[in-house]
């Protein structure tokens, strides 16, 4: 159970010190990669629900606190976003390679959509429609780019850290 947690936070604490500084000089026409939404919906894809949740909320409040945002916004946004990819991995009967794919550049958009509407509701500021919507879908590609590159590590992770059912007679 350590083992497990402590790999599911060296992913986390990975996919947010590469987020913040090697992906924040590498953009897609102006726009970085969400790598901590990346980890969540993957985490999520191959664990369920609860795991997804409790790995967004944790990325969340990691991220929030990381690069100083309000507190609290990511934080619900990965959590809801984690239950939700959780919930709909379990109704998918026949598996597609581009399923994960897919399911990334989903809630990718999903998500950073939520963030900022959010985000717009509690601060009571302007919102530009056009730049949300670019920023949302160029994250979306961004992160399906990503996708299979990081898809095989963190499925070793999972697969590796899970704990085994031992069975005595």
Same mark, same amino acid.
């Given at each position: 159970m350590l083992r497990r947690t402590l790999s599911l936070a060296a992913i986390i604490v990975t996919a947010l010190l590469l987020? !913040?500084?090697?992906? !924040?000089?590498?953009?897609?026409?102006?726009?970085? +990669?969400?790598l901590v939404y990346? @980890?969540?919906?993957?985490?999520a894809f191959f664990e369920g629900p609860s795991e997804g $949740?409790?790995?967004? *909320?944790? #990325?969340?409040? $990691?991220?929030?606190?990381?690069?100083?945002? +309000?507190? #609290?916004?990511?934080?619900?946004?990965?959590?809801?976003?984690?239950?939700?990819?959780?919930?709909?991995?379990?109704?998918? !009967?026949?598996? !597609?390679?581009?399923? +994960?794919?897919?399911? @990334?550049?989903? #809630?990718? *958009?999903?998500?950073?959509?939520?963030?900022?509407?959010?985000?717009?509701l509690l601060s009571a500021g302007d919102i530009d429609t056009f730049f949300l919507l670019k920023t949302a879908l160029l994250s979306s590609v961004y992160g399906a780019l990503l996708t299979p590159l990081i898809f095989p590590v963190i499925r070793k992770v999972s697969e590796g850290s899970r704990l085994r059912r031992v069975v005595r007679f």
């Open positions: 987020q !913040s500084t090697v992906f !924040s000089q590498i953009r897609l026409a102006g726009v970085k +990669p969400e990346l @980890v969540v919906i993957l985490i $949740a409790v790995v967004g *909320f944790a #990325g969340g409040m $990691a991220q929030d606190f990381l690069l100083n945002q +309000p507190k #609290g916004i990511t934080a619900l946004t990965l959590t809801l976003l984690g239950y939700g990819i959780g919930l709909a991995r379990q109704y998918i !009967s026949s598996p !597609s390679p581009l399923l +994960p794919t897919m399911l @990334v550049a989903i #809630g990718t *958009f999903s998500g950073v959509i939520f963030h900022e509407i959010v985000r717009f």
